[in-house]
T-cell receptor
């Protein structure tokens, strides 16, 4: 079985300050991990993915995430928030197997204050 | 490259009515997923197809929900009869490798 827990349902930051969105996962096998972003009335967009290569993964729009197996974490960070980053962010886990499902976390709503 | 297409974008129906959603995945993607996203929650997998075969439908409420992908390309998801708690966004996604999924914009269903 696999699961993912997003530790904060809402995060507020000021524009120009760092962003940290926390994610912990549970998986019986080596996971693939993803972060998706969802802007209002828009589809889910992939920010970045970890698939057993480098543990520090760089994504689009200046986001990056670090896979830490010992902590079962995959936190998303960005050095400096922009107003356009305001959206819902989902951490997603997938493990190998015939089904290879994507299991989503409950989401973190990021608010960026001017 | 064209993305995943879904229609309609919005649908309002009365409870006990039926409704159908359509999805056209990215060309060549063998895997197709339907997710249900209730307001304030993360998407939940309803059904996963590999070509025209069902890989996983363990979370599909089969008494009222059905889905098909007859030719291994387009897919339809049907709800009959709808309940108030079916109000959600229904997301279709496709994948070439079952590692990375590409999502459509979804169909927002409101059941009144």
């Amino acid at each position: 079985a696999q699961s993912v827990t997003q530790l904060d349902s809402h995060v507020s930051v000021s524009e120009g300050t760092p962003v940290l969105l926390r994610c912990n996962y549970s998986s019986s096998y080596s996971p693939s991990l993803f972060w998706y972003v969802q802007h209002p009335n828009k589809g889910l967009q992939l920010l970045l993915k970890y698939t057993s290569a480098a543990t520090l993964v760089k994504g689009i729009n200046g986001f990056e995430a670090e896979f830490k197996k010992s902590e079962t974490s995959f936190h998303l960070t960005k050095p400096s928030a922009h107003m356009s980053d305001a959206a819902e962010y989902f951490c997603v886990v997938s493990v190998s197997g015939s089904a290879r499902q994507l299991t989503f976390g409950s989401g973190t709503q990021l608010t960026v204050l001017p | 490259e064209a993305g995943v297409a879904q229609s309609p974008r919005y649908k309002i129906i009365e409870k006990r009515q039926s409704v159908a959603f359509w999805c056209n995945p990215i060309s060549g993607h063998a895997t197709l997923y339907w997710y249900q996203q209730i307001l304030g929650q993360g998407p939940k997998l309803l059904i996963q197809f590999q070509n025209n075969g069902v890989v996983d439908d363990s979370q599909l409420p089969k008494d009222r929900f059905s889905a098909e992908r007859l030719k291994g390309v387009d897919s339809t998801l049907k709800i009959q009869p709808a309940k108030l708690e079916d109000s959600a966004v229904y997301l279709c996604a496709s994948s070439p490798n079952r590692v990375q999924a590409f999502f459509g914009q979804g169909t927002r269903l409101t059941v009144v």
